[in-house]
């Protein structure tokens, strides 16, 4: 009975907005305690960072002691990245940042707790998750850029070199070229440079701008939009689920059986 009561607690606290906000408050204080340690302090403040320090550390031992209590199958906390994520983390922050031959990776480690601010925020989560689920679509965009970089390089290569071997010497110096160009980086110098000598370069600059920076660059963005769209979706059915609520997907196959039986009660 107690054991359940102790748990009750910290579902509580852990589902409590007040503890999640302070928790995330103090992701970013740990985020500008490292920026602090890169100015150079007196012997007491440098001692009272380390404090600080640890007890982020204490802290986020604890939180993620909770939460692990907090969860009905202990077995399925580790099935979530997050959790999983956020347990490394707390685990090497424990590592001693003195005197150590880890001293560097504990200090990187810190470095890195900053990022379970998304683990806590779910807006966060979805935007990283998004992201990570475009990338197959992503790649295929990020192939054809490639080409047309590579047909635009080959061509300004050839063309331009004797004009500027500088930035167009050979392929690889192209490219990035054709990099400046694309993020628009004084790419009308680049422009006015060659149109000295080839007046009509003008559209092999406006072109390559057209294909990479304005279509490509739109598809890439249409496609993190699509699929931030889809983890919403999923996002709002899952709170549905957790409320008890029907989602969309199961009002749909009521909806069907409903169809269903009416059809068989036209045929009878």
């Known amino acids: ?14 589902s409590n907005k007040l503890f999640e906000i302070f928790v995330v408050t103090v992701i970013v204080f740990s985020a500008l305690l490292v920026g602090a340690k890169t100015y150079e302090m007196s012997a007491t403040m440098h001692s009272i960072a380390k404090f600080l320090d640890w007890f982020i550390s204490a802290f986020f031992l604890t939180e993620i002691t909770i939460r692990f209590l907090a969860e009905h199958r202990k077995r399925d906390f580790f099935k979530s990245f997050w959790n999983i994520f956020d347990t490394l983390i707390v685990i090497v922050s424990l590592i001693p940042a003195d005197d150590t031959e880890l001293a560097l990776v504990a200090r990187l480690v810190r470095v890195f707790r900053v990022l379970r601010m998304i683990s806590i925020i779910p807006e966060l989560r979805i935007l990283l998750v998004s992201l990570i ?64 000598v080839y007046p009509m370069s003008w559209l092999f600059y406006l072109s390559f701008i057209f294909f990479t920076a304005f279509a490509f660059l739109n598809m890439v963005i249409g496609i993190v939009v699509n699929v931030m769209e889809q983890e919403n979706a999923n996002a709002r059915a899952e709170a549905l689920e957790e409320e008890g609520e029907p989602s969309l997907k199961d009002i749909s196959e009521q909806i069907a059986k409903l169809q269903i039986q009416i059809l068989s009660m036209n045929k009878k």
């Open 1 to 14: 009975m107690q054991v359940s009561t102790l748990k009750a607690k910290f579902i509580q606290i852990r």
């Open 133 to 196: 689920k475009a990338l197959p679509q992503l790649g295929y965009v990020m192939l054809l850029m490639f080409i047309i970089f590579y047909i635009y390089a080959a061509v300004g290569s050839t063309l331009f070199e004797t004009i500027n071997p500088v930035l167009w010497g050979d392929i690889t110096i192209s490219l990035l070229t054709l990099f400046r160009v694309m993020t628009f980086e004084d790419w009308t110098d680049v422009m006015y440079e060659t149109m000295e």
